[in-house]
């Protein structure tokens, strides 16, 4: 019987950015969502890469890199292809996917934790901006 390597947990930097690039190597090519990143937002992956770095490092283990306000961008995006509650449930699939995939503990688990609310969050103001437009 052949046993798995024990997985760690998401510990610093590197371990975001393995996360980070892993998740989107399953974006981009995914059929209900990575055709918003690649036609619609038409993201400059050199830029955006570095900031989901300072995003999720500010998130998960309290680094202060991270400074924007990514709420509006997507409310913009909105405005150019309706974000639908299928497309933020994808997201979610896939990073919770990429977290199981790579790490597990306390904060894998945070991550998740982080991406449940982010998204639910994200949903919810992209409505109520609709209602105000």
Not at 57 to 83: F, Q, V, W
Not at 104 to 121: D, F, H, Q, T, Y
């Amino acid at each position: 019987m052949e046993l798995k390597p024990k997985k760690k947990d998401i510990q610093n930097l590197d371990d975001i950015k393995k996360l980070v690039n892993n998740f989107y190597v399953k974006v981009v090519p995914d059929e209900l969502i990575g055709w918003i990143f690649e036609d619609i937002a038409q993201t400059d992956w050199t830029h955006h890469l570095p900031k989901m770095y300072d995003f999720w490092e500010s998130m998960l283990l309290g680094a202060n890199s991270y400074y924007g306000n990514p709420m509006i961008r997507h409310i913009e995006l909105d405005k150019e292809a309706r974000l639908l509650p299928e497309h933020f449930a994808r997201w979610k699939e896939l990073f919770f996917e990429t977290v199981d995939e790579y790490f597990e503990g306390p904060i894998g688990l945070k991550a998740k934790e982080r991406a449940e609310s982010i998204a639910g969050i994200m949903e919810n103001k992209i409505k109520l901006n609709r209602q105000v437009d």
